[in-house]
């Protein structure tokens, strides 16, 4: 059913990749596919690479709950200049993410980077994180969204029953399991459908939104900038709020080695992404704003269902279909790309050996996949997931701007690795600092959460020396491990 591929690395950061016959021809060599060949196909092509990015970024928040930047912003007029800003602050991330993409076509995303840049520790404590703990609670809480949502119609004059939602959660976790370990095809496919239907969905607030301003609905906009002032640490929270928004950028580098024409594709794919969220995102708050006040804003509970009821009468009840569609399209894109980290690192021996086989019919990393479904699953019964994510969302940045920094450390250490595609250096000098100084921030608003995070993310390093550098384990250990 499987079949385990040789692997070796090469200084400038591409990969061989090995085959049934034992010859190690690079994927990118041009040569033609051999029998007994088993790779992950290069599938991913310019549409499905912006679907991948666009239908992860979006989820569940910019419907539900964008007052978490109102809130900690205090006016209008704030809250919008820290979406549009937080939105050029990814732009620039991504863009960084585009040279890493280029010129290593290995797939893994932070993973890989991290590894070539600083070497194994730190990239095996950032595997071992998102294996844990950042993957499996994330997923558990978008699908929760998903749940709740795709319920919504069913239960307007009640409170739906949380057994409910987490038993259709659990169908909607499973499914998408079974399509990314079926078909990549499928997956790529649905996932456009499912990035069509988040763009029209946003499409549906703007218009409205467009019109109201056209008849010259701008109350809610006179004085933008007036009100409750900002605290000194309001401001650091309201970007954490909006880039947390924004995340999902950097999920088509790792998928790297299945993007047709990486060196073209991925720039594009990113920059594309990017404009289309940051000027949706944007013009979304700016149609709330023309309908519903900063305060009433601050009460609502899902605003695009708010501003829908206002609106368009009947049609309102399409919203909470279109949130639960946009939820489905985060979890399949979300697993799709970070399926492929633990593939990757297993390749590189930093994880059991079986998540680095690949099903010789579907061409699909299975194992990679599957690993996931129990641990979502006890994170989705058992688990308090809102305090995992607030302990562990330094972690990502504090990963995220490793590799960013990484980027103009292989400047120097590496410059003649080629690099079709290069930012200037201001960008990730940058986009680095700004993701520091938010974690740094985090340690000071809110130690006691940060600081638990901080200590699960150590819990990587004995872990590290006890499964990848001890070498004298037991045998029942190193079965165990796949060795």
């Known amino acids: 059913m499987f ?156 409170e739906i029953p949380e057994l409910a939602i987490k038993l259709i959660t659990a169908v909607g976790i499973t499914l998408v399991m079974v399509l990314n370990s079926t078909s990549v095809s499928w997956s790529a496919r649905i996932q456009i459908f499912l990035t069509f239907c988040k763009l029209v969905a946003i499409l549906i607030i703007i218009v409205p939104g467009v019109i109201q301003l056209i008849k010259g609905e701008t109350q809610h906009f006179k004085n933008a900038f007036a009100g409750n002032d900002a605290s000194v640490m309001g401001l650091p929270l309201a970007f954490y709020s909006g880039m947390y928004a924004y995340s999902g950028w950097f999920y088509l580098n790792f998928v790297t080695e299945e993007v047709e024409n990486p060196e073209k594709n991925i720039p594009l794919a990113i920059c594309i992404s990017m404009i289309i969220v940051t000027v949706g995102y944007v013009l979304t708050n700016v149609a709330y704003f023309t309908t519903i006040s900063a305060g009433e804003l601050l009460l609502s509970k899902a605003v695009a269902v ?73 994170m989705l019964f058992n688990g308090d997931l809102y305090s995992l994510l607030n302990f562990l969302s330094f972690a990502r940045w504090l990963f995220i701007g490793l590799v960013v920094a990484g980027l103009i450390y292989l ?45 699960i993310t150590l819990t990587g390093v004995p872990a590290y020396y006890l499964f ?11 079965k165990l491990l796949g060795k």
């Open 3 to 158: 079949r385990k591929a040789a692997v070796t690395t090469v200084s400038n950061g591409s990969y061989l990749q090995g085959q049934a016959n034992g010859r190690l021809p690079s994927m990118d060599g041009g040569q033609p596919p051999q029998e007994g060949k088993v790779v992950l196909k290069k599938k991913v092509t310019l549409l499905r690479g912006i679907s991948i990015i666009i239908g992860t970024i979006i989820g569940a928040g910019i419907f539900i709950s964008p007052k978490g930047i109102l809130k900690n912003t205090g006016s209008v007029g704030m809250s919008l200049t820290v979406w549009t800003a937080c939105g050029i602050l990814s732009l620039f991330g991504a863009l960084c993410y585009a040279e890493l993409g280029t010129c290593i076509k290995k797939s893994g995303g932070h993973y890989t980077y991290i590894l070539e840049a600083f070497g194994p520790l730190p990239a095996f404590v950032r595997v071992w994180v998102e294996l844990l703990i950042i993957r499996p609670a994330a997923t558990a809480v978008i699908s929760l969204a998903f749940g709740r949502y795709i319920l919504e119609p069913f239960f307007m004059q009640c």
């Open 306 to 378: 708010t501003f829908a009821e206002r609106l368009m009468g009947n049609f309102s009840l399409a919203v909470p279909v279109f949130v639960a569609l946009s939820c489905f399209g985060s979890m399949n894109g979300g697993i799709f790309a970070v399926s492929r980290m633990f593939f990757v690192a297993s390749r590189e021996g930093h994880l059991p050996e079986i998540l680095s086989m690949i099903h010789v019919r579907k061409h699909t990393p299975l194992p990679a996949v599957i690993v996931l479904h129990p641990l979502t699953m006890i």
């Open 411 to 455: 400047r120097y250490k590496r410059p003649d690795m080629p690099r079709p595609f290069k930012v200037p250096l201001f960008i990730p000098a940058l986009f680095s600092f700004t993701c520091l100084f938010m974690v740094a921030l985090s340690l000071y608003s809110d130690p006691v959460n940060t600081g638990i995070g901080f200590a």
């Open 468 to 478: 990848i550098v001890w070498d004298k384990k037991p045998k029942w250990f190193r």
